[in-house]
Structure formats: structure tokens, C-alpha cells
């Protein structure tokens, strides 16, 4: 069990072009938690909880945190991106792959910060999501997913997800608006 006493938001590739298969059936969601999304990050900078972006590199290995922001911003659906953009004390993480730990410099930086407790956010419920939930708990890290706040291509597989997370990974799953960010003196960090 980690002894390590405060929280991060991870904002899972909230940062995209949507140019990818199956964004057709994505976007309708991401344009449904955007409000939770944007809502979690404001609170978490609002008290000083590490906002931490752990984003796709899309096949672009060249590419770094500004290009990506940049290319989404100058994408169709920058409306979906401007909104939970990093600002200038966000930490951001470049992935390949599904979860947000593999093979990236995550642990590390969490390690580092002192971060015991994951806040997760963003996209996909069914893929990065429930693999990044996974590999929390293999990693013995509480994890909280805001169910309001996780975008989905497949509502019933999303469904599925989020009743693993809980049952089999220990994850703590609430609205957004119910997430304890653990600042509080004395405020306990969600514990399965």
C-alpha cells in the first residue's frame, strides 16, 4: 500500500484531432462529459492538485506536448479541446499505447510529486481507461475514475468497464462532482 498522501488528475487524451476510426461515435460523448472534464481540472488547479495530461502522440514520434496541443487546436473539433487545454503549471505525459503507463515516464513523475491517489479523466472508458485502471492496481495505486467524466465508444462496453474497474481493480467510481481530491487536511484518500 502506498504511504504517499496526495492526489492527481490524469486527463487521459483529452488532447485530440478526432481523426482517428470510430470518432464519429466518440465525439457525441466527449461533447456529453466535457462539462465534468473541464470541471475536475478547474477544481484541481483551483487547490493545487497536480493536473497531470497523459496523452497519444498519434504515430507522430517527432512530435512533442505543444505540437499536439497545437495540431488539436487547429483541428474541427477545437471547441472539444480548447476548454481542457494544459495551462502553464500542467504536467504532460506523451504515450503510444493504450495505458498511461506503458513504457512512459508516469510512475516516475507520480513517484516524484509524492502522488498516491489517481483521479482518472478523459477518454476511452472501454480502451485507455479501463487498461490504465488496470495498471493502477497492479501498481497497488487507489484509483478514482469519474464515471462522469470518461468518454465512450460503446456505451454498453463503457458499462461493462466501469463495473470491472470497481469489482475486480478496487477502482472508487463517482461523479465528478463527488470526487474527494484528498487536499484537506485530514481528508482521507479513497481506499478500496
Request: charged share 25%.
Amino acid at each position: 500500500m502506498h504511504d504517499k498522501e496526495t492526489t492527481a488528475l490524469i486527463v487521459i487524451d483529452m488532447i485530440n484531432t478526432y481523426e482517428h476510426e470510430d470518432a464519429e461515435l466518440l465525439l457525441p460523448s466527449v461533447r456529453e462529459i466535457l462539462p465534468a472534464v473541464r470541471s475536475l481540472i478547474s477544481r484541481s488547479r483551483r487547490v493545487g492538485v497536480d493536473v497531470i495530461y497523459v496523452n497519444d502522440n498519434f504515430g507522430r514520434w517527432r512530435s512533442h506536448h505543444d505540437e499536439i496541443l497545437d495540431m488539436a487546436l487547429a483541428g474541427p473539433h477545437a471547441d472539444l479541446v480548447e476548454p481542457v487545454k494544459p495551462d502553464a503549471d500542467s504536467l504532460f505525459v506523451v504515450k503510444a499505447r493504450h495505458s498511461i503507463f506503458f513504457q512512459t515516464p508516469l510512475e516516475y513523475l507520480l513517484d516524484r510529486q509524492n502522488v498516491g491517489h489517481l483521479v482518472l479523466c478523459g477518454q476511452v472508458t472501454e480502451q485507455c481507461v479501463l487498461y490504465s485502471a488496470l495498471d493502477a492496481h497492479i501498481r497497488d495505486l487507489p484509483t478514482t475514475v469519474a464515471s462522469d467524466a470518461v468518454a465512450h465508444i460503446h456505451r454498453d462496453l463503457a458499462d461493462a468497464a466501469l463495473r470491472m474497474m470497481e469489482r475486480n481493480m478496487g477502482t472508487h467510481l463517482c461523479r465528478a462532482e463527488e470526487v474527494q481530491l484528498g487536499v484537506e487536511p485530514g481528508t482521507p484518500i479513497p481506499r478500496p
